[in-house]
């Protein structure tokens, strides 16, 4: 990364332990069947380089690069202009320990792109709204 | 281009500008406890006492920092209210990654 790294705000880090074996686990967040089922459509390949895009539905698609794989523990995708996403498994003994970073969070980077961060975040608010309603919907199903 | 200019007081600043900038962070850290005058605060930063103040003048803008009058003097101090709007944001897409990956610990975790 360029030194503007210092400019970004924190990263979004959860860890959750899976009771389920590390290649299963890849398997989920490694492809696209697995992908689309707990997140969202895709057209994902697991080659660094590939180009793809995440679909929010009626929010449109948002274009995705794969920047690492590294089966069966490291997996990062650029999303979008700014963010990156991360996916890290740690075998626990046939439990997994996944932890997702959601980075990338920084004004700086939106005015890379000439358009105001302000705007790329209500956007990504109104995004997201649907989303996890959607996400709601299916769980609950 | 990111140079605060003259222009930059009538364009409001909101809080994520505000604090993309290290220099504006570490000014923020430094109002943490205290109220400071200008000279203070720009003792502590490699650069001119105008460029510290336009700094001071993004994050007041934001709503992060108050100032008032003591004599000749203007002091500055943290009011970290507007910080909130920035939690509720990220505290939304950590809302939305919990969902997530509480659905693919289901997805993982049923049987084949």
Redesign the interface.
């Known amino acids: 990364m360029t030194d503007t790294t210092q400019d970004k705000l924190p990263d979004i880090r959860q860890t959750q332990l899976f009771d389920a074996s590390i290649d299963k686990v890849w398997k989920a967040v490694a492809t696209a069947e697995g992908i689309s089922v707990w997140f969202m459509p895709n057209d994902f390949q697991p080659i660094v380089g590939h180009e793809f895009h995440l679909d929010a539905g009626p929010y449109g698609k948002s274009p995705c690069k794969v920047t690492e794989i590294d089966p069966p523990n490291r997996l990062s995708f650029n999303w979008g202009n700014d963010w990156f996403v991360t996916f890290e498994l740690v075998d626990k003994g046939g439990r997994t320990e996944f932890t997702l970073i959601h980075g990338g969070w920084s004004a700086e980077g939106a005015t890379e792109y000439g358009e105001p961060h302000e705007v790329v975040r209500d956007r990504m608010n109104g995004g997201w709204v649907g989303i996890v309603a959607k996400l709601g919907e299916y769980v609950r199903a | 281009m990111?140079e605060p200019n003259a222009a930059s007081a009538e364009q409001k600043h909101?809080v994520?500008?505000a604090?993309?900038?290290?220099t504006r962070r570490s000014v923020l850290r430094l109002l943490g406890d205290r109220e400071l005058p200008l000279n203070a605060i720009s003792s502590h930063f490699p650069m001119t006492r105008p460029a510290v103040s336009k700094h001071l003048r993004i994050l007041a803008e934001a709503g992060l920092v108050k100032e008032r009058k003591v004599g000749r003097e203007t002091r500055y101090r943290l009011d970290a209210d507007p910080l909130r709007e920035?939690k509720n944001?990220?505290a939304?897409?950590?809302?939305?990654?919990?969902?997530?990956?509480?659905?693919?610990?289901?997805?993982?975790?049923t049987d084949d």
């Open positions: 990111s909101d994520f500008q604090i993309s900038d290290p920035l944001w990220l939304f897409y950590e809302r939305f990654w919990e969902n997530k990956l509480d659905a693919l610990k289901r997805y993982v975790e």
